[in-house]
């Protein structure tokens, strides 16, 4: 399957795939530590509003983790 029809085919089962950080700036104006800080709030409240969602429709949800800064997220995965 080309990538294309890949990530079709995650759509279509409503698959989500998010990378903590983001991006990063090419030109290195700011460090890694405040680009990530800077979407670490947004990123909260999307796995927020996930969850709550699917509390009401009373549907699975799956998360996968990857690294060490998904660690507050799951920390607050596990707290709500």
């Given at each position: 399957?080309?990538p294309?029809?890949?990530f079709?085919?995650l759509?279509?089962?409503g ?5 903590a ?12 530590t405040?680009?990530t ?5 947004f ?5 927020e ?6 509390a ?6 799956v998360f996968?983790?990857?690294g060490?800064?998904?660690?507050k ?8």
């Amino acid at each position: 399957v080309d990538p294309p029809g890949w990530f079709s085919s995650l759509l279509s089962q409503g698959v989500l795939l998010l990378n903590a950080t983001l991006t990063v700036s090419s030109d290195d104006s700011i460090t890694l530590t405040q680009h990530t800080k800077f979407w670490e709030p947004f990123m909260h409240k999307v796995v927020e509003c996930l969850l709550h969602s699917r509390a009401k429709t009373k549907e699975g949800l799956v998360f996968a983790w990857w690294g060490t800064k998904t660690d507050k997220l799951r920390r607050m995965v596990d707290q709500i």
